[in-house]
């Protein structure tokens, strides 16, 4: 099984920024495309960002795109997600998971990953 751990989430006033944390035990992030999603109340969970592990190429769902980046530190066995620019609609259960990123467009969640318990981002005045 693949489970990752995510960390960095708060309460943030809009137009604030956060950073996401993604870290891996037992395994080495490197091989592996990470993906980022998120679920708020009452919501299917959904695509933020993805990054792939060969290339660094990254998709970005509409909602987030120009506001979020995504990077990754192998060094670390780590994955972020900047947030800047953070709106109210931003808040939910982010989680971050193994997947397949193909042709740079669809995140695909790979069948062995374990979801982790998410972080808790609230955007909120």
């Known amino acids: 099984q693949l489970q990752l751990v995510e960390s960095g989430g708060g309460l943030v006033q809009p137009g604030g920024s956060l950073r996401l944390s993604c870290a891996a035990s037992?395994?080495?992030?490197?091989?592996?495309?990470i993906g980022w999603f998120r679920q708020a109340p009452g919501k299917e969970r959904e695509g933020v960002s993805c990054?792939?592990?060969?290339?660094?190429?990254?998709y970005y769902a509409d909602s987030v795109k120009g506001r979020f980046t995504i990077s990754r530190d192998n060094a670390k066995n780590t994955v972020y997600l900047h947030m800047n620019s953070l709106k109210p609609e931003d808040t939910a259960l982010y989680y971050c998971?193994?997947?397949?990123?193909?042709?740079?467009?669809?995140?695909?969640?790979?069948?062995?990953?374990?979801w982790g318990k998410g972080t808790l981002v609230t955007v909120s005045s």
């Open positions: 037992g395994f080495t992030l490197d091989y592996y495309d």
């Open positions: 990054i792939k592990s060969s290339d660094g190429v990254a």
């Open positions: 998971a193994a997947v397949d990123l193909i042709s740079g467009t669809m995140c695909v969640i790979l069948p062995q990953v374990k």
